[in-house]
């Protein structure tokens, strides 16, 4: 058995989430990516893609970081690899103020600079990206992202999935629903039905997203 944590993903997302992991004081093993030629990401070798899951839990890694940035992709990989026995890790900087009082799933990252308030929940799989501040009983859904520098106010809820683009910010007790997108730099101030794209200042819906398949 090793502690070492293995990552999921060797792109940008990967290479942010490898420093949060070490400045956490763990040790990377190694990238599994949909690309397995050999290569190092900041040092970290790529050992092979999605197949040599199963037998590098048998040959002794428990732990595992989903560092894709799809939302989809990211909440089928983390399922996968927990079906196969791994658990998921959390990579949260050092450099992040979270309340004692908000609750966390598993898988989840928090860059630097974020701020979480008291008893907001971040379920299973969620990116809080650089900068974002997210208030007080907000909840954000499995595998949501909120992207650098998102400003939510207290009891705002994400939808599972959900990607609210750079600097969107949210009035109070809002919700944005599962598989919506919000544009950057949007202001949202009246709640975001699932399924579409809301873009501007105040926020409205261009289009409908087709939801994503049922077994994903
Ligand atoms: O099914 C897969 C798979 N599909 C693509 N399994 C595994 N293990 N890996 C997969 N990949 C790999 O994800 C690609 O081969 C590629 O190496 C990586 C995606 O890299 P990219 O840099 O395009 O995106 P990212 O997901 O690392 O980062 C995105 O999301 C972040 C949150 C970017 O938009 C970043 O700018 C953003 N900060």
């Known amino acids: 058995m090793t502690d070492d944590i293995l990552v999921l993903g060797a792109g940008g997302h990967a290479k942010v989430v490898i420093e949060l992991l070490r400045a956490g004081g763990q040790v990377v093993g190694g990238l599994i990516d949909a690309d397995p030629t050999p290569r190092q990401v900041l040092g970290v070798p790529v050992i092979g893609d999605d197949q040599r899951l199963e037998a590098l839990r048998e040959g002794g890694y428990q732990f595992a970081f989903v ?10 990989m983390g399922r996968h690899v927990q079906a196969l026995g791994y658990q998921l890790v959390n990579a949260i900087s050092p450099a992040a103020v979270l309340s004692p009082s908000a609750g966390l799933g598993v898988g989840i990252a928090v860059m630097a600079g974020v701020v979480i308030n008291a008893e907001a929940r971040i379920e299973d799989l969620a990116i809080v990206n650089t900068g974002a501040r997210i208030d007080h009983d907000c909840v954000l859904g499995e595998a949501c992202h909120v992207a650098p520098g998102g400003v939510l106010a207290g009891e705002v809820h994400i939808g599972p999935l959900a990607f609210l683009g750079a600097g969107c910010s949210v009035i109070p007790r809002v919700r944005v629903g599962a598989s919506a997108v919000v544009g950057a730099g949007a202001c949202v101030t009246a709640d975001i039905p699932s399924h579409t794209l809301a873009l501007g200042v105040p926020a409205r819906v261009a289009r409908a997203r087709p939801a994503p398949e049922a077994s994903s």
Do not use: E
């Open 67 to 76: 560092a894709l940035g799809d939302n989809l992709l990211r909440r089928r």
